[in-house]
T-cell receptor, first 115, second 112 residues
């Protein structure tokens, strides 16, 4: 089954404790992206990757890191989480960055709470 | 920052009614305008999309209307059903632009 998987689905952590949210896709997609969803703010892009070893900042990159060492995986790293990073996070992938082949397939989401 | 502004934030419609959600964009380089549907506890999924060379696209009960000169596009849901209750996001982007920019989302509730 074609899908994007994220782990963990739920995470409660404390300020400053480094964490990684994993993302993996099995569709051989070139483009992968991380979003955060907050009420009233919609989906805001954190980082994206056009291909292996190619990553770039989205609209809200502060406090986050990413890496793309393999085509299928795109982990999101929070080196020193803060309460304002409490949010619902989505990983997405697509063949291209935009256009008709840019249909993004989203993972199920990771609910992160930082206390 | 290129913005996509979406309204209303929430919408309540009776079963059988028409739901209308509006979006406006700024970047004239955008050439791809999708709508995503998100059910509670799930990730968003593509519902319908339009290119700027057409003014309307219809798929079943869902229609996108596009006004290039006004830089606006809208989603119409005809004969709305309780199963349509979800959050809807408009987005704008393009192959050359390299990313999708999403609107703020609309929570649609269809009462039986």
């Amino acid at each position: 089954e074609a899908q994007v998987t994220q782990n963990p689905r739920y995470l409660i952590t404390v300020t400053g404790k480094k964490l990684t949210v994993t993302c993996s896709q099995n569709m051989n997609h070139e483009y992968m992206s991380w979003y955060r969803q907050d009420p009233g703010l919609g989906l805001r892009q954190i980082y994206y990757s056009m291909n292996v070893e190619v990553t770039d900042k989205g609209d809200v990159p502060e406090g986050y890191k990413v890496s793309r060492k393999e085509k299928r995986n795109f982990p999101l790293i929070l080196e020193s989480p803060s309460p304002n990073q409490t949010s619902l996070y989505f990983c997405a992938s697509s063949f291209l960055a935009g256009g008709p082949r840019g249909e993004q397939y989203f993972g199920p989401g990771t609910r992160l709470t930082v206390t | 920052q290129q913005q996509v502004k979406q309204s209303p934030q929430s919408l309540i419609v009776q079963k059988g009614g028409i739901s209308i959600i509006n979006c406006a964009y700024e970047n004239t380089a955008f050439d791809y305008f999708p709508w995503y549907q998100q059910f509670p506890g799930k990730g968003p999924a593509l519902l319908i999309a339009i290119r700027p060379d057409v003014s309307e696209k219809k798929e079943g009960r869902f229609t996108i209307s596009f006004n290039k000169s006004a830089k606006q596009f809208s989603l119409h849901i005809m004969d709305s059903q309780p199963g349509d209750s979800a959050t809807y996001f408009c987005a704008a982007g393009g192959t050359s632009y390299g990313k999708l920019t999403f609107g703020q989302g609309t929570i649609l509730t269809v009462h039986p």
